[in-house]
């Protein structure tokens, strides 16, 4: 037998498959998808396999040991990753890497991370039994196997001489560690509207749904209905959302419907637990997933459906590291591998490429027009802040600060809302105009109030807060912007009665206190939940009637083609969470841009007017949905090289890429980012026919450079 092994050359960027003959005593255990321990000239390499023939080869070298005894990636994921592969350009052993929990790929295996409960079943009983004896012997014929935690009242000596006797028999079984409570609840009897929708989407046969919903229409019901459906036919489901939607919330929605059924894999889980997740599903004790985007690469068998909520949302795009796949794309593609499935894609503000697909009728569009039983969408008021300057308090313009007093008074909640998390942007010197930024990267430093030290938001890197500026050595430095600290510091001053609590990415790092900000907001111990994105979605408090905006500007004045986008999905989100049930919501913004188009539509709750007014930018810029995007990045220590290469890069391009236009190269967004300095350009085209075969050319030329790297980013969300 031989076995095609895919191995990964260590940081050369390289992966090729090998043949390797599979010694006879492992013959049975070899299977596709399974690691193995491989020679590879004097190293031991680590490689998946990919294919298995039967006849014999004189001169391969032998596969040393098997690493997974379970199996790992099953076909259809093996063949996602191919085509995943094919889309991003990465190398295959990272698109096979990216499907694993991170256990799995750690150096310890797998033994490790497992935990076990000692359980009893009876055995032969072959001699008298004193009294405590029988007593124990009688609670098996109640129970066939009892667990050693259920047994807490009986000693262990007890116990062990019994199972010495061979009266008792111990296991060990394997224990998870979280644990799902079944306390399953009625479902609400659905409105005709949300009727509407299903049925739509069982009477046809189109793969692909855009569900265009308003915020609180009633969307994840709809979900959780399509998801009964399929589960009846004994298939599975994953259902993706952003990872700060990941809440306690949306995870007990889904298990008061579904029980132990569900698997959820989110950030707040340890490794471990995640672990544990992974293989419950593996072993078909979970039919349904729940998670961020690499949840999508769960091994489920006989998919029926993919649910993508808050489609919109920026993290189903890998940016940040290879390969960068993007997860509706390959949520379609899973879907074309399994026959009969589907895929949703729900949004109130739907992402300008799904929305113009669905136009085009390549997505069977649907929509639900209005909050569940007619439900008003809340009132949005718009503040000038360029006419508040004198009267307002801090950032607080009079009438927000008065609107927040009157819910205080009625014990009714307010979600405020600014996009920036520290006490300020950034430290300058009012003297010399100094500024203090990160020494490892091309960016300011934030101030953080409780810790009274500056941040880099990109490496980590913190420095104590000086009193006198560095440069001139005056005592002249001042903090500029606001950050949610500086807020939160101002409503003590100008609302002392109120109790606030902070949710940014500084209060909720540490495991579970996510969790604990949103109930105790719930049991109304505050009446402010005060935050950056993080409180704009997924969120549903009963009482929440006014949401503030204390900057809608933040976000819209980020250098980036899709910033007016982003601020209409964040705005849009975010007033969502007001007024949700019987009472009457509102929100306020606070902005400099009150004429700018985006303000205008959120106020008029128009998602349509934004995305004609939109579209018909992005045909003028030529960006995306007109035109497709790849940001080709090339970083490294030596700034001049990389710049040089850049350059090279952009000849050959220009050569052969006939139909492409191409900017750059130039500084990517941030210049420098742990001491690693990035240039970019950005390819824009309709329809290029060597693409690719170009593209993998310039790549495999610096696959072994040492001195620069090049990265390829399809459709990339942020330019760095
Ligand atoms: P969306 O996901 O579109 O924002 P949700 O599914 O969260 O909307 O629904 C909004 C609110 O309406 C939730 O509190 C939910 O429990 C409630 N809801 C949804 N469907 C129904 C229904 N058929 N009957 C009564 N309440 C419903
Ligand atoms: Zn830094």
């Known amino acids: 037998m031989i076995a095609g092994v895919l191995v990964e050359l260590s940081n050369k960027n390289i992966d090729k498959v090998f043949d390797y003959s599979v010694p006879s005593n492992l013959e049975k255990e070899i299977k596709l998808g399974i690691r193995v321990l491989v020679p590879f000239g004097r190293q031991k390499l680590e490689g998946f396999i990919v294919r298995i023939k039967d006849k014999t080869e004189i001169d391969t070298k032998s596969i040393i040991s098997i690493i997974d005894h379970e199996h790992i990636l099953n076909n259809e994921l093996l063949t996602l990753g191919k085509i995943m592969q094919e889309k991003t350009l990465s190398t295959l052993i990272s698109c096979y890497q990216i ?58 000596t007890r116990l062990t001489t019994l199972v010495d006797k061979g009266v008792l028999i111990a296991e060990k079984k394997e224990h998870y560690r979280l644990e799902y409570q079944d306390t399953l609840i009625e479902k609400y009897p659905l409105t005709e509207k949300q009727q509407q929708v299903i049925n739509e ?21 709809i979900y959780m209905e399509l998801i009964d459906q399929v589960l009846k036919e004994g298939k599975t489901a994953i259902v993706l959302v952003p990872e700060i939607s990941l809440t306690p919330q949306m995870i007990s929605r889904f298990t008061k419907r579904f029980g132990h059924n569900i698997a959820a894999i989110h950030s707040a889980l340890s490794e471990g637990e995640k672990y544990d997740e992974w293989r419950r599903i593996d072993r078909k004790e979970a039919s349904i997933v729940i998670g961020a985007r690499s949840a999508l690469f769960s091994p489920v068998d ?79 008021e718009i503040i000038d802040m360029n006419k508040k300057i004198r009267t307002s308090k801090g950032h607080f313009s009079q009438e927000l600060i008065e609107q927040i007093n009157k819910r205080i008074e009625k014990n009714e909640q307010v979600i405020l809302l600014l996009n920036r998390r520290g006490y300020s942007s950034f430290i300058s010197c009012k003297n010399c105009g100094y500024v203090a930024k990160c020494p490892n990267c091309d960016i ?35 903090a500029i912007g606001v950050g949610t600290e500086k807020i939160e510091e101002e409503l003590s001053q100008y609302i002392p009665q109120a109790k606030v609590i902070r949710m940014d990415f500084d209060t909720t790092s540490k495991k579970g206190a996510h969790e604990k900000i949103i109930s105790s907001f719930k049991e109304k111990k505050y009446n402010i939940l005060l935050g950056t994105q993080i409180v704009a979605k997924g969120l549903d408090f009963e009482d929440v009637t006014l949401v503030g905006v204390i900057n ?48 205008d539509d959120v106020k008029k709750h128009d998602y349509l007017g934004f995305y004609e ?26 700034s001049n090289i990389c710049y040089k290469e850049a350059l090279k890069i952009k000849k050959s391009l220009v050569k052969y890429l006939d139909n492409t236009t191409i900017l750059g190269p130039s500084a990517s967004a941030i210049f420098k980012i742990k001491n690693i300095y990035r240039y970019g350009m950005i390819l824009k085209y309709k329809k290029q026919n060597n693409l690719e075969e170009v593209l993998n050319k310039m790549l495999s030329a610096y696959k072994s450079n040492r001195k620069v790297k090049v990265d390829l980013n399809f459709n990339p969300r942020y330019f760095s």
Do not use: W
């Open 99 to 156: 499907m694993l929990p991170k256990a799995l790929k750690a150096k310890k295996k797998v033994q490790i991370n497992k935990k076990y409960d000692t359980v009893y079943r009876l055995g032969k009983i072959t001699e008298k039994l004193n009294s405590k004896q029988e007593e124990i012997v009688n609670l098996f014929k109640k129970q066939e196997i009892i667990s050693k935690k259920e047994l807490t009242n009986i000693s262990n």
């Open 302 to 380: 006989n998919l029926g459906i993919i649910i993508i909520d808050e489609e919109h949302s920026d993290t189903y795009k890998q940016d940040d590291y290879n390969p960068k796949y993007d997860a509706r794309e390959m949520a379609i593609e899973r879907c074309k591998l399994n026959p009969g499935c589907k895929v949703v894609l729900g949004s109130a503000t739907p992402s300008l490429e799904s929305f113009a697909r669905a136009r085009k009728e390549v997505y069977h569009l649907v929509n639900l027009t209005e909050r569940v039983n007619k439900k008003p969408l809340p009132k949005v």
């Open 552 to 599: 809608a500007d933040t976000s819209l004045n980020i250098p980036n083609f899709r910033s007016s986008e982003v601020t209409f999905s964040l705005l849009s989100q975010v007033a969502g969470r007001s007024g949700r049930s019987s009472k009457i919501g509102e929100v306020i913004i606070q902005t400099f841009n009150p004429d700018h188009y985006v303000i």
């Open 444 to 478: 300011t430093l934030t101030y953080h109030l409780s810790s009274n030290n500056l941040r880099c938001h990109y490496c980590g890197y913190a420095s104590l807060k000086k009193e006198l500026c560095p440069k001139c050595q005056e005592k002249s430095l001042s």
């Open 201 to 221: 989407i069982n009477s046809s046969h189109d793969q692909i749904y855009l569900l265009h919903g308003v915020t609180g229409s009633g969307k994840t019901e």
């Open 613 to 638: 007014k939109e579209m018909m930018l992005r045909k003028k810029l030529k960006y995306p949905p007109y035109y497709f995007l790849i940001y080709i990045r090339i970083s490294g220590k030596d």
